[in-house]
């Protein structure tokens, strides 16, 4: 249950087209709910502006069903990352109305519309590999849910900088941008010295052994001297499509809207 879904309630209950008690049933999970294996947080969207999401890895199908079907019941975004191919199929072979996204390893159900006057502007995203392109996707998929524009450009790395300065015009019209890389993990740090807007960096666990899984690319961007860059985790795009949701997110002025409302403090 989101802002948008609480306000049209309290419209109803104003009008006169929602009882008291029934606003009351549908608000009866608030703040949680508790299912078989799990405590669903249905209040983390009102709070923090982001839905709880799941994280399949360690779920069985049954579990992650319960759960999406939790959600899909309260009408609130259903996110599920670390999602395989199988586990996917078990899935919507009982909630055939969810979308499985196979290279970001997603489940998603109730998505939001992109609607361009609640956020600054566009979400970029970048990669520098092909081989990056399932950690991005993650970001995408995660950025959109969440009501962002998003714009992407893969296969940009420091080993061709050509292909990213044809993009100039992205970077520098994007409200922030993620920058996803394997390797040294020095594409991120490139990026932040050509644009002012803060940048997302997501090392990957792709490179060779001397990558250590990701480690390399990790220090590398955590030890950057470009201004205005922020690191998350390895292999994080929904963390880092997080990050960006949050900064890219206009905030209402609650003073003024208290005063529009009649209100007062």
Partial sequence: MNQETIEKLLSRVQQGTCSVEQALHQLRHLPGQRIKDACIDHHRNLRTGIPEVVYGAGKSSA?????????????????????????AELVMSALPQLCHHPQARMLTGNQQSIDPGRTRGTIAILCA????????????????????????HYDVGVAGLHRLFNKQELLTSASVIIVVAGMEGALPSVVSGLCSSPVVAVPTSVGYGTSFAGIAALLGMLNSCAPGLGVVNIDNGFGAACLASSINRKRENSEEALQDSGSTV
Wanted: no cysteine; charged share 25%; glycine share 4%.
């Fill in 129 to 152: 590999g092909t081989s990056d392109i399932p950690v991005a996707e993650e970001a995408r998929i995660t950025a959109e849910s969440l009501g962002n524009p998003v714009a992407t």
């Fill in 63 to 87: 579990q992650i069903i319960d759960i999406a079907r939790t959600f899909l019941q309260h009408q609130s975004l259903f996110l599920a990352t670390r999602i395989d191919r199988k586990k």
